[in-house]
């Protein structure tokens, strides 16, 4: 549990590792993933690595994976998870076996493809030529009263009825006699349906109407052999005159890609070539389907591999790129290496790279060392799936500074909290913490899933927070008695209602009285009394009191809880200085001022009460007034040294005797605490530095005399103290003013909880009095349609508005008060992440790329 409540402690190795056994011990550590190597060939050009031919070869292998990868999923066929562990990452000698697999599959896939794409364009070809052969002899049939076909076209051409045909082009004759001395040719083909309006305009414009078309619709969709999509085409039949007119349309053909394919003019010949094409059209039917079925083995034996090919490819480059920044020795025998790891799995880490030398057969051990740095390691704080979300709320700020105090722990109790103070509601409550539930109990087949979606990993990442915000937001909705802007009577108010119905219908602004029989002089045992939800007068003015003094009192002792995290820090790096001149300045600033002011708020509560007999003695109603003073003209007057008589009868002016000294004092030391947390801590390193430099002379002189004669001496320079002291004063000073500042503007910034909570509030009796209230007032048969309707109009909008939005809302408000107003008081986040050489994280980023 130490890394939780703080990093864990790292050092800095150097590794020594044999050539032979670099591949099979580094492959260890990435199963490990405790491991962080640091580069050492920051100027050498990637491409100039040892290594760099290795990587080559894996990068394509990953592509000739990838390609049958997509084959795969174009079929649809499902590919098989790896069962059980990951496969381990494969010596390199077996790449020359995996880049054979790879090679035979990818060239028999693409024989395969070719193949099929070729029989699938004739087969297209012939199914084009069945539907012209089809498609004309109907348009010929159309005919049949000529001496031949041509000749009966000819005349149907020319006949005095154009509406009799379907085509919009026509030949010119000059007469009936001229037209069948000339007879026309014809050609047939297959164009895109699409393209068939342009097709007729650039026909008749081209041609100056000297030509005729008809056309019509291929019922069934074809599929195009590239690209495997189902397109819709027509059959066209143009008739024309002259070898002219015959080029200029079959350029005009070709420029719209429209497919021309012979047709013969006689029946008999039409009928035998729609004989051989079908005849065809069957042979090609066996062949394709045997070449879909051959395709589709192939693709199935390599589903059930391809998953796990994936991982031992990606394992082998991770490894090459890993072992891309060693060093080699100057034998070229030996790799040397430098890596973070926790000091805690060193013997861990000794063990793994004892089994990767016993796998490689080596006979010489790795040598691990510590080595001594001046540079800051990396935070490492050790996480499960419950506290990851929540450390990742303290990282999003700021990665903490090598082993300074990680307030990930405390969120977990104080992140939920907060939250549900600003949301609390039973109803809203117990709907996001069965959606949270819902996600925790349904965890493994949800991350099995890989639902892609950011919105979505983002709520399922944070599952534990929202089931926690959900359960924190019930108790909290129990301590407002509040669900869905209504409220639950379980133990009985303790007020009584001592007028008649009649009365409070007509008299809408009647108020119980405290100091009567209307009130029983005992408190409702959990929580707020139900009566306060009938109080329309004055409901948001009690609420609103007791809701702004609860946040004040939860900031007061939060910020508290945050300075103290700084004495752990403080006496943690041995900061002595810190301690005296910041940390108990510090302390006693917020104390003296802001605790004393919530303990004010207490004592209101404990010591006055709705008449002066509660306190016990009877002679205490001549002494003591009804009312206390307030709070906020206390502290106010507080600060000012004021002492203003309280104008309301029946008021006290103090809560105790010695108030006002009290106070005074208590602002004095405050004030002092300033100038200490200014000047102090600049003030003992000047004297350190004094000190060190009154000492610096004398070792120099004891050095002189000690040692051989010639050696030059210098004079110590004080320029760079000078320059550090500048520094510490600028600094001191940003951090006492933006401290004594904070101090003021973060307890008003609590204030966010009360206003929130009293929006989310009147948002939800704003939903329930304007829906919900209306449709359960309705009577009769039309009344529970309207109430059906209503409802779920209700229910959206608490949905949508009050747990989503609302719910959002208050998520960045916390997120702000940890942020802002807790850890700016100890937490500097200065470092930066640990980010080991693992094959589980870098599987799962290669899962979300490919996602």
């Known amino acids: 549990m130490g890394s939780l409540f703080r990093s864990e402690e790292m050092t800095l190795c150097q590794l020594f590792l044999q050539s032979e056994a670099a591949y099979a011990c580094v492959s260890e550590l990435g199963e490990l993933g405790l491991v962080q190597f640091r580069d050492l060939n920051p100027d050498v050009n990637a491409f100039q690595r040892k290594f760099v031919n290795e ?83 109907v348009f010929f049939d159309e005919h049949e009263g000529g001496a031949n076909t041509t000749e009966s076209m000819t005349r149907a051409l020319i006949s005095d009825d154009p509406n009799k045909h379907m085509g919009q082009v026509q030949l010119g004759f000059r007469d009936k006699q001229e037209s069948l001395e000339f007879l026309p040719c014809f050609v047939a083909g297959v164009i895109l349906r699409e393209r068939i309006p342009a097709f007729e305009r650039m026909l008749w414009r081209a041609c100056r109407g000297n030509v005729f078309l008809r056309q019509a619709e291929i019922d069934t969709p074809l599929e195009d052999p590239s690209s495997s999509d189902q397109v819709y085409k027509s059959v066209f039949i143009i008739f024309f005159q002259g070898d002219q007119l015959k080029t200029r349309v079959k350029k005009i053909c070709e420029g719209f890609r429209a497919t021309l394919y012979p047709c013969p003019e006689a029946p008999a010949d039409r009928r035998e070539m729609a004989m051989g094409v079908m005849t065809r059209i069957e042979d090609l039917n066996t062949v394709l389907g045997q070449t879909q079925d051959h395709r589709h083995r192939v693709l199935v034996a ?30 070229q025998k030996c790799l040397i290496a430098e890596c973070w790891v926790p000091a805690l799995d060193l013997e861990t880490i000794q063990l793994a790279l004892r089994r990767g030398t016993e796998r490689s057969g080596s006979s010489v051990p790795p040598i691990l060392n510590r080595m001594e740095t001046a540079e ?19 990282y999003a700020y700021g990665v903490a500074t090598y082993r300074e105090v990680n307030p990930a722990p405390y969120t977990i109790i104080t992140f939920p909290f907060l939250f549900a103070v600003m949301f609390g509601d039973l109803g809203h409550g117990a709907l996001m913490a069965a959606f949270g539930f819902w996600m925790c109990y349904k965890e493994k087949p949800l991350q099995a899933k890989k639902i892609d979606s950011e919105i979505w990993n983002i709520f399922f990442g944070g599952r534990y927070i929202i089931l926690l915000m959900g359960l924190f937001s019930m108790y909290t909705g129990l301590i407002y008695n509040d669900i869905f802007s209504k409220s639950l009577n379980i133990f009985g108010s303790s007020w009584r209602n001592n007028y008649n119905n009649e009365t409070l219908v007509a008299n809408k602004l009647l108020q119980l009285n405290p100091d009567s029989n209307d009130y029983l002089q005992y408190p409702y045992p959990f929580g707020i009394d139900p009566v306060w939800q009938l109080a329309e007068s004055n409901k948001i003015i009690f609420m609103n009191a007791y809701k702004m003094k609860i946040s004040i009192i939860i900031g007061v002792f939060h910020m508290l809880f945050g300075v103290c995290m700084s004495l752990w820090n403080h006496i943690y790096f041995k900061r002595r200085i810190s301690i005296y001149v910041e940390f108990i300045p510090q302390i006693m600033f917020l104390t003296l001022l802001f605790f004393y002011m919530v303990l004010l708020m207490f004592i209101k509560w404990t010591t006055y009460g709705p008449t002066p007999g509660h306190l016990g003695d009877p002679e205490m109603i001549k002494t003591s007034g009804y009312c206390a003073p307030s709070i906020l003209i206390t502290f106010i007057n507080m600060m000012l040294f004021k002492t203003d008589p309280n104008t309301r009868p029946l008021c006290d002016d103090v809560m105790f005797a010695g108030q006002m000294g009290l106070q005074k004092f208590f602002v004095i030391v405050a004030l002092l ?179």
């Open 376 to 394: 800051d390691p990396p935070t490492y704080n050790r996480t499960n799936k419950f506290t990851f979300a929540f450390q990742n709320l303290i």
């Open 302 to 331: 390599a589903a059930k591999n391809i998953k796990n090919w994936f991982v031992k490819v990606r394992k082998i480059k991770a490894i090459y790129h890993t072992l891309n920044l060693f060093n080699l020795d100057v034998t």
């Open 55 to 137: 990587v080559r070869r894996c990068d394509e292998m990953e592509r000739k994976l990838r390609y049958l990868e997509k084959e795969i999923r174009r079929d649809g066929i499902p590919m098989l998870e790896i069962p059980g562990e990951c496969p381990e990452a494969p010596q390199p000698r077996e790449m020359i076996d995996l880049e054979a697999t790879f090679e035979k599959l990818e060239n028999e896939l693409r024989e395969v493809n070719q193949n099929a794409e070729a029989l699938k364009r004739n087969y297209l070809e012939l199914t084009e030529l069945k539907h012209i052969l089809r498609k004309t002899q």
């Open 673 to 851: 605490c300033v100038p200490v947390m200014l000047f102090g801590k600049p003030y003992f390193i000047m004297r350190e530095q004094k000190q060190r430099a009154e000492s610096q002379p004398l070792q120099s002189t004891e050095a002189a005399e000690n040692g051989a004669a010639g050696g030059a001496t210098h004079e110590p320079s004080h320029a760079h103290d000078h320059e550090d002291i500048s520094e510490v004063f600028i600094h001191q000073a940003i951090h006492t003013i933006e401290y004594v500042l904070g101090s003021v503007s973060h307890t008003a910034s609590y204030l966010r909880l009360w206003a929130l909570s009293l929006a989310h509030a009147q948002l939800a009796e704003v939903a329930w009095n304007m829906l919900l209230r209306k449709g359960l007032m309705s009577m009769g048969f039309q009344g529970g349609i309207f109430l059906y309707v209503v409802f779920a109009g209700w229910a959206a909008i608490s949905v949508s508005i009050l747990v989503l939005m609302e719910g959002l809302s208050a998520f960045l408000h916390t997120l702000r008060l940890h942020w802002v107003e807790f850890q700016s008081k100890f937490y500097a986040g200065e470092g930066y992440l640990f980010q080991p050489f693992s094959f589980e994280v870098i599987l799962d980023s290669a899962g979300q790329g490919e996602e």
